[in-house]
């Protein structure tokens, strides 16, 4: 036990260090990029394409209306793909996706879910891969970015009716950091061992003389900008536990630094744009303080696991490849729960009732520990806006954030976001339940480990596909009419209320002048305000969720 601890330590050392290391210029150059006056020759060129007005900037109803339709765009393209897939080249022969199968798998990728009701390498061609999901990939990550920008826009200007303008947002973000992180990380992880080609399928023979069918692809592209975007979604159907994605201890490292490196850093951003550092400090520090205690619950409840085979084993290693062994495992696991990613090195359905249960409670919190690429910090921001809010009901004082008065306005439209996800969860689980026929169909052929484990997978897929995280109980059959729409219809409700609440609230907070600091406004920079916001955050979440929790991995757990 002792040699585990001081495993983990070491990996969260470097974790940590690299992140600090690296957040401050990253932090920096995305709030340069997003603040800048200028636009590159091929930005300039490509908002004449499309006919954007690219020096103006938008309010928030036609910022809205911007991310609206540019992700409807996207659903119907990458739903036309699947349908067409076989007249495509390198379509490897395979036959079109199924009408329920190509919207889940659509709106899944759009909404930067990439949950995968289906085996990628034996479903979907290259084209398909490549010109579809891949594009979403970097896209919709952008979007994130861009809708957490517009936010911190809206806390930092003066009397504006203005939050910025969504084409620009999206496409710096994507031209100026995504594509060349992305590049960058595929050389990495091609020097590491992933795959990067067109071969197809191979007949190969195994070292014990039998034969074999291995897939080929463009692995290494496609599993950077996975990582980097938080999107997750595998090339192939074991996601990063395949060694073709995922070779070697230092791969898994790397992958999970990636999971790490923007959300991480969009703190810093948000201090900048905002005119003071501080502010971005406490949101990155209670950010780090979830995650530690999270990879530090996951890693118990997998190390001490009861049961023979476990104790035998030295620890719950059912699931899990033994080249990460559970200290890479737990701290993969605990990266795409706790940000939106949802790729997997070992297979979540194996961990123990209470280990599964930290990765459900990881996505419960609203992953902002630190969250996906701009959807963490967006989410963490509403819940700093929460905690003002209450911590003005105690003093008896009109709450401000950052020189903005939180009004009547204000905190619906925060409520309304954090009641959003709940309730999708939830009333999806429930219906699944419910209904008699659906119910059937969910029993029979969805769950394959009935009672209390089964009653947790399905849990964990509304509560994966309503926070757009993507990841599964690996015993759960989704590719199903029912999961597959009332899934679909869980990311994205999922992904665009929510976005609505935000730009309604950057909208509201960005027409208001900055109220100047007086002896009565509540510091929102020093550590007790952290340990409100974790405070907040913790509450908000036990008390919504810990009844259905209850009735699943706690239930399984205590048994």
Not at 50 to 63: L, N, R
Not at 247 to 259: C, I, K, Q, S, Y
């Amino acid at each position: 036990m002792g040699a585990t601890i001081w495993f983990l330590i070491a990996q969260l050392a470097t974790i940590a260090l690299v992140l600090v290391l690296v957040h401050r210029p990253l932090g920096d150059y995305m709030a340069a990029v997003y603040t800048s006056k200028r636009d590159l020759t091929v930005e300039r060129g490509f908002y004449r394409l499309i006919g954007v007005d690219f020096h103006s900037e938008q309010s928030w109803p036609a910022y809205l209306r911007s991310v609206l339709a540019f992700s409807a765009v996207g659903i119907l393209m990458l739903y036309a793909l699947q349908r067409v897939q076989q007249v495509l080249p390198y379509s490897l022969g395979l036959p079109p996706t199924s009408e329920h199968l190509a919207f889940n798998t659509a709106i899944s990728f759009v909404t930067n879910t990439n949950w995968q009701s289906y085996s990628p390498d034996l479903t979907l061609g290259y084209t398909v891969q490549l010109v579809g999901l891949a594009v979403q990939n970097f896209v919709s990550a952008g979007v994130g970015i861009a809708v957490a920008v517009a936010l911190i826009r809206g806390l930092a200007y003066r009397s504006s009716g203005t939050i910025g303008n969504f084409w620009v947002d999206l496409t710096r973000g994507t031209l100026r950091l995504l594509l060349p992180l992305a590049f960058v990380s595929a050389i990495v992880l091609i020097v590491g061992g992933v795959i990067q080609n067109v071969n197809g399928f191979q007949d190969i023979t195994t070292i014990t003389g039998g034969s074999a069918i291995v897939p080929g692809g463009p692995v290494a592209s496609q599993e950077a900008i996975k990582m980097l975007g938080t999107n997750g979604g595998g090339f192939f159907n074991v996601n990063s536990a395949h060694p073709f994605e995922n070779p070697t201890a230092w791969t898994n490292l790397f992958e999970v630094l990636l999971m790490l490196l923007i959300p991480f850093s969009l703190p810093r951003t948000f201090g900048r744009m905002v005119g003071d550092k501080r502010q971005g400090i406490a949101i990155a520090a209670t950010m780090a303080t979830l995650y530690l205690v999270s990879v530090s619950l996951m890693t118990w409840a997998e190390t001490t696991g009861s049961g023979t085979a476990p104790h035998l084993a030295g620890a719950a290693m059912e699931g899990k490849e033994v080249r990460f062994g559970i200290i890479g495992s737990t701290i993969f696991g605990t990266t795409s729960t706790i940000t939106s990613t949802g790729a997997v090195n070992s297979m979540h359905d194996s961990f123990t009732s209470l280990g599964g249960g930290m990765a459900l409670v990881n996505m419960m919190l609203g992953e902002i520990a630190p969250g996906g690429v701009g959807a963490g910090m967006y989410g963490i921001l509403i819940i700093a806006i929460i905690a003002v809010f209450i911590a003005g009901l105690m003093v008896g004082r009109t709450p401000e954030y950052l020189g903005k008065k939180i009004g009547a306005r204000e905190i619906k439209l925060a409520s309304l976001y954090i009641l959003t996800t709940p309730t999708l969860v939830l009333v999806g689980t429930a219906l699944s339940f419910a209904i008699p026929g659906i119910r059937e169909e969910v029993a029979t052929v969805s769950i394959w480990n009935p009672g209390l484990h089964g009653f947790s997978e399905v849990l964990y897929a509304f509560t994966s596909a309503a926070n757009n995280n993507g990841s599964a109980f690996a015993g759960l059959t989704a590719n199903t009419p029912w999961m597959n729409a009332a899934l679909g219809v869980a990311m994205l409700l999922g992904r665009f209320l929510p976005i609505l609440f935000v730009l309604a609230l950057a909208g509201s907070f960005a027409a208001q002048d900055r109220i100047p600091a007086s002896a009565g406004t509540l510091p929102t920079h020093r550590p007790q305000f952290v340990g409100l916001l974790l405070a907040t955050i913790v509450i908000v979440s036990a008390l919504t969720y810990f009844p259905v929790l209850a009735l699943g991995p706690l239930a399984e757990g205590l048994r």
